[in-house]
């Protein structure tokens, strides 16, 4: 199985080797100022930064992270320097959050080559390796313009629909924090709770306190417990679609196919018939 993960020595290998990979900065956090400045500040040297909001996520409406559109993405891409012959190598500031998303609508689109680098900016600087600062090296140079062209249907999604009928008849993952999924609180979206027939399984949970990721074995029994196996239809979802990309990632390291809600709570709550659940129920398999 080819793992959808690289090292910092593996990348380091890669950029001193005849076909260097093509490297994307994907800082951002929820309700935090743009990556930009964390960027400026230093990042691998090379890397183009990547706004999630703005580049890896449609207008908001009716969720918070939708997809972008092909032609928007398709540009934004080829300005950072993406071509389909080129590997491309993700990260962010360490816990391959963000990073995810971007290696899945990369994937989405039909980029044959994307991994995410495993402990993230934060593990690269641990290992006092180089940086550059300053502003985007690619940007300013249009030459360095890629070819890359978006395909739509490299990885599977779900609509509202079909992750009501993955929570039915497979295992269909809610990635938010605990208190979030059992309706405790909810800090970004106007209602609480969770699909019925969901299972919490948090994002953070996929990786160790240095924001590596546990390995392929560890992971695989994470998710036996819920019943995602490969021969079960896995869906999962979040608030928005961002760190459920994190956990179609994470599955994808255990050998394990999963489709993606990219709509997640912030649309499934915007059709007043879908029915919540708050509190712990959860179906079991």
Known sequence: MVTPLISTQGLNDAMQGPRPPLVLDIRWALGAPPGIEEYRRGHVPGASYVDLDKELAGTPGPGRHPLPDAAAFQAAMRRHGVSAKRPVVVYDAGTST???RAWWDLKYFGHPDVRVLDGGYAAWVAENRPIATGEDETAADPSAEGDFDAAPGGMPILNA??????AAQGVLIDARAPERFRGDVEPVDRIAGHIPGAANLPTAGNVDSTGHFLPADVLRSRFAGLGAKPAVPVGTYCGSGVTAAHTVLALAV???DASLYVGSWS???TDS???VATGTETRRH
């Open 273 to 275: 018939s879908r029915p």
């Open 161 to 166: 629909e079909g992750a009501s009928g993955v």
């Open 98 to 100: 963000a990073a995810a």
């Open 267 to 269: 649309e499934w709550i």
């Open 254 to 256: 255990a050998g394990i």
